[in-house]
């Protein structure tokens, strides 16, 4: 997203995270007086304060993302993904922000575990401060919300090209189990429609393809020529989905079809409901849950060529090649 930003010619950008050595490395790395590093945490609603002030669109991206280490340690999900999301959203609005973007997860649909818990409370709590401030509010808040993000923190891959180029066993929590693939120039222009278009507490989800884990590790054997790689089955982890669903049925069917995205509309309403007459639902009109066990699955090939389209992975397979 920054790159993108950058990239756009924008006057700034400022990032704010509790991470120093990652800003110290970025900013070596970019070396673009543009960006301004802040240093903080979320659930320090004063470090975002001093970060937010003057700032046009905010793309609220912190959080603790790893499921296990969620379940393991609920309450610190809980103090960064929803207290300190409310912190962020308050803020803005306080600073007058024009659009606040808040990334979400396929695991705040039907959560099961306590990353999920805590990023469908991130959702509500964003839906509600849109609800509050009303259609003509000066802060536009909304949510996106995608799947597995191809080489991005957490997923398989980089996990599963370490495995091949260090020869040990691919580890795989079950081949059967599928999960969308999202490459991370999508999910930017999910982040950009989203500035563009939202209405107050708008959820918007990009549509995707899906893969087996089976087909995912095939693809990369092919890719890096190893096809007698030892592959290891070790079952699922904690509170671990075997597919991903992006929106409930109940949410299919309030959403408008925007070819490559859906939008999801908050239920606006207050809590007089006699005041609200609304035609109710045609006798069976009903929807699917949109999830990567009932959606497009990508042949092996398409896997493998989607995979080959990332810069990251390609520059491993390079210095592999070289390697060998």
């Known amino acids: 997203m920054l790159r993108h930003l950058l990239a756009q010619s924008v006057g700034e950008v400022r990032i704010l995270s509790r991470d120093e050595e990652k800003q110290d490395a970025l900013r070596r790395e970019l070396r673009d007086s543009r960006v301004r590093f802040y240093i903080g945490d979320i659930r320090d609603r004063d470090?975002?304060?001093?970060?937010?002030?003057?700032?046009?669109?905010?793309?609220?991206?912190?959080?603790?993302?790893?499921?296990?280490?969620?379940?393991?340690?609920?309450?610190e999900a809980m103090r960064t993904n929803i207290q300190g999301s409310e912190n962020v959203i308050r803020s803005a609005i306080a600073a007058g922000v024009r659009s606040l973007v808040c990334l979400s997860t396929d695991k705040a649909v039907f959560p099961v575990n306590a990353m999920g818990l805590s990023k469908a409370m991130m959702e509500k709590a964003a839906q509600a401060a849109a609800r509050e401030l009303g259609e003509d509010a000066r802060t536009m808040i909304s949510c996106v919300r995608y799947g597995n993000v191809i080489y991005s923190r957490g997923s398989v891959v980089p996990l599963f090209v370490r495995?091949?180029?260090?020869?040990?066993?691919?580890?795989?929590?079950?081949?059967?189990?599928?999960?969308?693939?999202?490459?991370?120039?999508?999910c930017v222009d999910l982040v950009n429609h989203?500035?563009?278009?939202?209405?107050?507490?708008?959820?918007?989800?990009?549509?995707?393809?899906?893969?087996?884990?089976?087909?995912?590790?095939?693809?990369?054997?092919?890719?890096?020529?190893?096809?007698?790689?030892?592959?290891?089955?070790?079952?699922?982890?904690?509170?671990?989905?075997?597919?991903?669903?992006?929106?409930?049925?109940?949410?299919?069917?309030?959403?408008?079809?925007?070819?490559?995205?859906?939008?999801?509309?908050?239920?606006?309403?207050?809590?007089?409901?006699?005041?609200?007459?609304?035609?109710?639902?045609?006798?069976?009109?009903?929807?699917?849950?949109?999830?990567?066990?009932?959606?497009?699955?990508?042949?092996?090939?398409?896997?493998?060529?989607?995979?080959?389209?990332?810069?990251?992975?390609?520059e491993e397979l390079s210095a592999w090649q070289s390697s060998r």
């Not at 470090?47 to 379940?71: I, N, R, T, W, Y």
């Not at 030892?230 to 409930?248: F, N």
Request: net charge negative; aromatic share 8%.
């Open 163 to 186: 495995q091949i180029r260090t020869g040990k066993p691919i580890t795989v929590t079950d081949p059967t189990m599928t999960r969308f693939l999202t490459s991370s120039a999508d």
């Open 194 to 314: 989203a500035f563009d278009y939202a209405r107050p507490g708008d959820l918007f989800i990009r549509k995707a393809s899906a893969s087996t884990l089976a087909d995912l590790v095939e693809a990369l054997k092919e890719i890096f020529d190893v096809p007698d790689h030892p592959v290891e089955v070790i079952g699922l982890r904690h509170a671990e989905k075997r597919y991903e669903t992006l929106a409930s049925a109940q949410e299919m069917i309030n959403s408008e079809d925007l070819g490559d995205y859906l939008r999801i509309r908050m239920d606006g309403r207050d809590l007089n409901y006699g005041a609200y007459l609304e035609p109710t639902k045609a006798a069976g009109e009903s929807a699917d849950d949109y999830s990567s066990h009932n959606t497009g699955c990508l042949s092996r090939a398409e896997v493998r060529d989607l995979l080959l389209s990332l810069p990251p992975l390609r």
């Open 47 to 75: 470090s975002v304060d001093k970060a937010m002030a003057g700032v046009d669109c905010v793309f609220h991206a912190a959080a603790l993302k790893q499921v296990p280490s969620c379940e393991f340690f609920p309450i």
